[in-house]
């Protein structure tokens, strides 16, 4: 479990931006093992105590995947707690929806691949485990983080400065990012490489992130993807304001990273104009390129 409690004046923003740095009291969990006694796994990720058509003797973990859980999530989903409880269960398998290519690199790293059942219909088991938060008072998150993303990080590239930028995915973001054309060119012509974790492999994902000597990342759910870059790497979270969770933070004080946070606009809608065309959200907001430069430039 992991609090933290400093007060922090945020990048952009309003007059009283230091009002909506998010959170100062954030906890992380850890994570527990559950058994259940000839359960079943669904496609869908959920678990079920009624018989199925399809049953197998043996025990798996089950572990949610899919297009509905990106990289990041999936990384700081059950994947750590299975895989300390993994040395108890030496004969367990994986079992669970199917996974993206990306989640299933990390499972080919982690050298789980071939223990890994991907169900297109639900399937009985003899002992179904599940990785679940723990209580508040539980153990904390910090041993089990730290153990998977030192398997996964690519080793860490000397003396080259390379900045990263991980936008919020398009088909997966809360709020439509109005000005994401824009703030895209400018990133490509101040050689900030762009990186697409849910649809580029694993492995490009990992080396992007080992080289990476700042990280701009605007997604709460992308905060996974932190443990896969150095310890001295510097992360700046963009957030609307008003909207800052406190995950990203929470995660860089566990992986002893330095985080500063900009506030984007708050998050608005566009009454008196049409929704771009494709647009799945009403409410968006916009980066200020300007304003985003120049805390860049400060850090």
Same mark, same amino acid.
């Given at each position: 479990?992991?609090?933290?409690?400093?007060?922090?004046?945020?990048?952009?923003?309003?007059?009283?931006?230091?009002?909506?740095?998010?959170?100062?009291?954030?906890?992380?969990?850890?994570?527990?093992?559950?058994?259940?006694?000839?359960?079943?796994?669904?496609?869908?990720?959920?678990?079920?105590?009624?018989?199925?058509?399809?049953?197998?003797?043996?025990?798996?973990?089950?572990?949610?995947?899919?297009?509905?859980?990106?990289?990041?999530?999936?990384?700081?989903?059950?994947?750590?707690?299975?895989?300390?409880?993994?040395?108890?269960?030496?004969?367990?398998?994986?079992?669970?929806?199917?996974?993206?290519?990306?989640?299933?690199?990390?499972?080919?790293?982690?050298?789980?691949?071939?223990?890994?059942? @991907? /169900?297109? #219909?639900?399937? =009985?088991?003899?002992?179904? *485990?599940?990785?679940?938060? %723990? +209580?508040?008072?539980?153990?904390?998150?910090?041993?089990?983080?730290?153990?998977?993303?030192?398997?996964?990080?690519?080793?860490?590239?000397?003396?080259?400065?390379?900045?990263?930028?991980?936008?919020?995915?398009?088909?997966?973001?809360?709020?439509?990012?109005?000005?994401?054309?824009?703030?895209?060119?400018?990133?490509?012509?101040?050689?900030?490489?762009?990186?697409?974790?849910?649809?580029?492999?694993?492995?490009?994902?990992?080396?992007?992130?080992?080289?990476?000597?700042?990280?701009?990342?605007?997604?709460?759910?992308?905060?996974?993807?932190?443990?896969?870059?150095?310890?001295?790497?510097?992360?700046?979270?963009?957030?609307?304001?008003?909207?800052?969770?406190?995950?990203?933070? @929470? /995660?860089? #004080?566990?992986? =002893?990273?330095?985080?500063? *946070?900009?506030?984007?606009? %708050? +998050?608005?809608?566009?009454?008196?104009?049409?929704?771009?065309?494709?647009?799945?959200?009403?409410?968006?907001?916009?980066?200020?390129?300007?304003?985003?430069?120049?805390?860049?430039?400060?850090?």
């Amino acid at each position: 479990m992991q609090r933290l409690r400093a007060g922090i004046v945020p990048y952009g923003g309003g007059r009283r931006a230091a009002l909506f740095a998010g959170p100062r009291d954030v906890t992380i969990r850890g994570r527990e093992i559950v058994a259940h006694e000839n359960a079943a796994c669904l496609p869908d990720g959920r678990l079920s105590l009624e018989r199925v058509a399809e049953f197998q003797e043996g025990t798996v973990f089950a572990l949610p995947a899919g297009p509905a859980i990106s990289l990041g999530g999936f990384l700081t989903g059950s994947l750590p707690g299975i895989l300390a409880a993994l040395p108890y269960f030496p004969e367990a398998g994986l079992a669970g929806p199917r996974p993206t290519a990306a989640q299933m690199g990390v499972l080919a790293r982690l050298g789980l691949r071939e223990r890994h059942i @991907a /169900l297109d #219909a639900p399937r =009985g088991f003899s002992r179904v *485990l599940e990785s679940r938060a %723990a +209580p508040a008072h539980g153990a904390p998150a910090e041993a089990d983080m730290l153990a998977l993303v030192q398997m996964l990080r690519d080793p860490a590239a000397v003396d080259v400065p390379e900045r990263v930028a991980i936008l919020p995915w398009v088909h997966k973001a809360g709020f439509a990012l109005r000005n994401r054309a824009s703030l895209c060119a400018w990133l490509r012509a101040r050689r900030v490489r762009l990186l697409e974790p849910e649809t580029a492999p694993f492995e490009a994902t990992a080396a992007g992130l080992s080289r990476a000597t700042q990280i701009i990342i605007a997604d709460a759910r992308d905060a996974g993807l932190l443990g896969l870059c150095s310890s001295d790497t510097r992360i700046l979270e963009i957030a609307p304001e008003g909207w800052a969770c406190g995950k990203i933070r @929470a /995660l860089c #004080a566990t992986l =002893g990273l330095e985080w500063r *946070l900009f506030l984007a606009s %708050a +998050p608005s809608y566009p009454v008196l104009r049409p929704l771009p065309v494709g647009a799945v959200e009403a409410l968006g907001y916009e980066i200020p390129i300007a304003a985003l430069c120049r805390a860049l430039e400060s850090m």
